[in-house]
């Protein structure tokens, strides 16, 4: 990416960031597995996105309090097949959700409608972008 003029990001300092917020079952890594969970690679994404815009200015990069993690089930490990463990590996799934803010012009909470809660359910990482 570099040598197209495109800046590259190291992540290192989002998955730490990340990592100094987890709580409980919420990590930012799976244990058993090789992956980030959703909640880091959505900030991630929103920090790859903040290190493009001075390349793209008309990029505006999500904003991270409207993302939400709503639970997802369980989610088996990726090497649990291969290590004979399928069903002894669970771990706790979540996924991204991206509340985008209301039109500017809905004025009051007279014009918002039950039906207009304006959440995007199961949006990952990998699609927040299609949101900027």
Same mark, same amino acid.
């Given at each position: 990416?570099?040598e197209a003029g495109l800046p590259v990001r190291d992540q290192e300092d989002v =998955?730490?960031?990340? *990592?100094?917020?987890?709580?409980?079952?919420?990590?930012?890594?799976?244990?058993? @597995?090789?992956?980030?969970?959703? +909640?880091?690679?959505?900030?991630?994404?929103?920090?790859?996105?903040?290190?493009?815009?001075?390349?793209?200015?008309?990029?505006?990069?999500?904003?991270?309090? *409207?993302?939400?993690?709503?639970?997802?089930?369980? =989610? +088996?490990?990726?090497?649990?097949?291969? =290590?004979?463990?399928?069903? *002894?590996?669970?771990?706790?799934?979540?996924?991204?959700?991206?509340?985008?803010?209301?039109?500017?012009?809905?004025?009051?909470?007279?014009?918002?409608?039950?039906?207009?809660?304006?959440?995007?359910?199961?949006? @990952?990482?990998?699609?927040?972008?299609?949101?900027?």
């Amino acid at each position: 990416m570099a040598e197209a003029g495109l800046p590259v990001r190291d992540q290192e300092d989002v =998955l730490l960031e990340e *990592r100094n917020v987890d709580a409980g079952d919420d990590l930012s890594y799976y244990p058993m @597995g090789t992956h980030w969970t959703p +909640r880091a690679a959505a900030h991630a994404a929103i920090a790859l996105q903040r290190t493009l815009v001075p390349t793209f200015p008309t990029l505006t990069p999500v904003d991270p309090d *409207r993302v939400r993690l709503q639970p997802g089930g369980a =989610l +088996r490990d990726n090497w649990a097949g291969r =290590l004979h463990l399928d069903g *002894r590996v669970d771990q706790p799934a979540r996924r991204v959700v991206y509340v985008p803010p209301l039109p500017s012009d809905i004025v009051g909470p007279a014009r918002v409608g039950p039906n207009c809660s304006r959440e995007l359910v199961g949006v @990952g990482p990998d699609e927040l972008s299609a949101f900027v």
